[in-house]
């Protein structure tokens, strides 16, 4: 089994440097040009499921891709969505600094263990990713080729679970309009290409 997992494009809250979670955005002109791309060099992969979040900006992103492919099914899976960051949502760092200055410097010293009021816990979003990933698993077979378009918090943890469990969280990069591929066999990931 292939899974190619993609980001979803530039929306204008990148471009702003806003946190945006599960605001549902669209994306930006420069998200639709990486949809795009993304699409020319995955379409040569042949698909045979594509998945995507609740979230119009995977939504977008996938459509690309999916006129190359119009028999091929597609699945929806909210678990995979991003971290929802409650109230911080629309604002940017220096918003968020200035509303909720305590929150702020608390989550910036333990960003993984500290949840400030409204903001989804980090292991409830850990858990709910690693259970849509799970029941992905589970309903496709040795020769799929998946292709997940997904959010960067969410791919982080899809590559921790499946391939290092020891990866920084912070670390790990998925580049917009870039792909990346584990193959699995037996449920094990024996080979991986990264941001292709």
Not at 13 to 35: I, P
Not at 68 to 91: H, Q, V
Not at 102 to 117: F, G, H, I, V
Request: net charge negative.
């Amino acid at each position: 089994m292939k899974l190619i997992l993609a980001r979803h494009g530039e929306t204008n809250y990148n471009h702003l440097r806003k946190f945006y979670g599960s605001t549902d955005v669209s994306l930006d002109e420069k998200g639709k040009k990486q949809a795009q791309d993304l699409a020319e060099k995955v379409r040569k992969l042949h698909p045979t499921l594509f998945v995507r979040t609740n979230l119009r900006r995977t939504k977008q992103t996938i459509s690309a891709i999916e006129a190359f492919f119009p028999t091929t099914p597609t699945m929806i899976i909210p678990d995979l969505a991003e971290k929802g960051f409650g109230n911080w949502e629309g604002l940017d760092a220096d918003e968020i600094e200035a509303k909720y200055p305590e929150d702020w410097q608390k989550w910036l010293a333990a960003p993984l263990t500290y949840t400030p009021a409204t903001v989804e816990p980090f292991d409830h979003f850990q858990t709910r990713v690693h259970q849509g990933l799970r029941w992905l698993l589970e309903h496709v077979t040795e020769s799929d080729v998946v292709f997940i378009v997904a959010h960067l918090g969410s791919l982080r943890l899809i590559y921790q679970e499946l391939v290092d469990s020891t990866a920084d969280f912070y670390s790990l990069d998925f580049k917009a309009s870039c792909y990346s591929i584990l193959e699995l066999k037996n449920g094990e990931v024996s080979r991986q290409q990264l941001n292709l």
